[in-house]
């Protein structure tokens, strides 16, 4: 069995990836953690520079045999973790005092949907005055789906996830010919969903953030399809959930122009309307600010954690700001100032080092365009932009990173760890 050197080094570095962000980051100090952090996701990033033979994509013979048996491990797989997924919220039932995110998106957003209320008009209460709210409609919206069927809404973002590896499987089982390869490409998804499960569970059963990772997973895949319509479906979902991929989308606009104008002008034109129905239509066009102060919405809540949690003892370090995966912490301990003003300073760097990663990503696809393919240069873009974004964020909620990390996975799709010496498996 032989390894493919390149291919093994990025692999490696996704490992140190998971050590880090699941098991290491806390126990190394808050200065060192976020640079080796950060610098891996960089690394995962631009591999594309050291290996960059991604010219053409190989459309496999898979045996159907071998189809069928992956469906029937893909099933069980699906009913273990749904079994997991269950006992987690029945264990940790949904209360405000845990995280308002599920409430808010039940009790303010979706109950204003469903009775016919403007959804995004000012609310008072949940400790944030009298705010805007600030969620985009598909960071809510899935939810609507919850609440008629009367289920858990916490089962909206875990079978979004669920969708979104499939079509990452069926995209593998019709691109990749090695069954080493195949199956080390498959292991790996459910590998980040096993450890969020074991060791983040309290983060699963409080949040949504499944949803959010599910819909950039799902357009990490399309971003190495032909089709129009996926990429364009995608990349509503993401634009239209959480703003990061706003300083994406100008290098995917440069890629996809050197790959065909008509094709990207059919993609203009998708996007625009469905945000033009989805958002702007039936909610900016009744308030053309709740844009701006639902951004500027975002500053209360993260007042609130820079001066840490109410559990905490006075003086203590906040506690979201010292998990060992944000600069964050380092405003807090090294920019004396008042905490609004530290804010606002995290803020400029988050803005400043989101643009440098936009940069950087213009000259790595201008300079690569003719080497690599367009799908490589899409991700190895998205996945820079994603590192640098949540790296400066205003609190670097763990959660926030699974969709880096989700990405890393499709970064590494491209790579064979293993050396295929049978394309059709007759000798495995």
């Known amino acids: 069995m032989k390894i493919n050197k390149y291919e093994s080094y990025i ?53 159907r045999k071998l189809k069928v048996g992956f469906f029937f491990s893909l099933i069980l797989i699906c009913i273990v973790f749904a079994l997991w997924a269950n006992y987690i919220f029945i264990k940790n039932p949904i209360d405000l005092k ?18 016919g209320e403007f959804v995004y008009a000012k609310e008072l209460g949940y400790g ?29 973002p875990f079978l979004f996830i669920l969708f979104s590896i499939v079509f990452y499987i069926k995209n593998l089982v019709l691109t990749t010919n090695d069954l080493r390869n195949i199956c ?45 319509l996926k990429k364009s479906i995608a990349t509503t979902l993401t634009l239209l959930s959480r703003y990061v991929v706003i300083f994406y989308l100008p290098v995917a606009f440069l890629i996809e122009w050197f ?5 990207l002008f059919l993609q203009i034109v998708f996007v625009f309307f469905a945000v033009l129905s989805i958002y702007v239509l039936p909610f900016l066009l009744q308030d053309s600010t709740i844009f701006i102060d639902g951004s500027l919405s975002y500053d209360i809540p993260a007042l609130g954690e820079w001066k840490g ?20 912490s380092w405003t807090y301990k090294f920019y004396h100032a008042d905490l609004m003003s530290q804010i606002q300073f995290q803020k400029t760097a988050l803005f400043l080092f989101s643009f440098l990663s936009l940069g950087v990503s213009f000259l790595f696809v201008i300079k690569f365009k003719n080497k690599i393919n367009s799908g490589v240069l899409h ?20 959660y926030l990173f699974w969709t880096s ?16 010496k049978n394309k059709n498996f007759k000798n495995l």
């Not at 705010?131 to 960071?139: F, G």
């Not at 991700?379 to 763990?398: D, G, H, I, M, N």
């Not at 990390?405 to 295929?420: A, K, M, T």
Request: aromatic letters at 20%; proline letters at 5%; one cysteine or more.
């Open 259 to 263: 790959e065909g104008r008509k094709k």
């Open 11 to 63: 692999y490696a570095a996704f490992l140190v990836e998971l050590l880090l962000f699941f098991f290491f980051r806390k126990k190394i100090d808050f200065i060192l953690s976020p640079i080796l952090f950060t610098c891996v996701g960089i690394f995962i990033a631009l591999f594309p520079i050291f290996k960059f033979d991604f010219l053409t994509v190989s459309v496999s013979q898979n045996p």
């Open 405 to 420: 990390i989700f990405i890393s996975i499709n970064v590494l799709s491209n790579y064979n760890l293993f050396s295929e």
């Open 309 to 328: 949690q109410t559990w905490q003892n006075i003086g203590s370090d906040p506690w979201h700001l010292f998990q060992g995966l944000g600069f964050a």
């Open 98 to 115: 845990n995280s308002d995110i599920i409430p808010l998106i039940n009790d303010v957003y979706i109950k204003r949907f469903m009775s």
């Open 379 to 398: 991700l190895a873009s998205l996945k820079l932009v994603l590192t640098f974004f949540f790296a400066f964020s205003l609190v670097p909620y763990v």
């Open 184 to 228: 080390i490409k498959i292991i790996l998804p459910f590998v980040v969903l096993f450890l969020i499960f074991l060791k983040q569970s309290d983060a699963l059963a409080t949040t949504v953030e499944l949803l959010i990772a599910a819909y950039y997973f799902f357009l990490g895949v399309t971003l190495q399809h032909k089709s129009v």
């Open 128 to 156: 944030y005055g009298n705010w805007t709210p600030n969620y985009l409609p598909m960071h809510w919206l899935p939810f609507v789906i919850s609440k008629m069927l009367t289920i858990d809404h916490r089962w909206i």
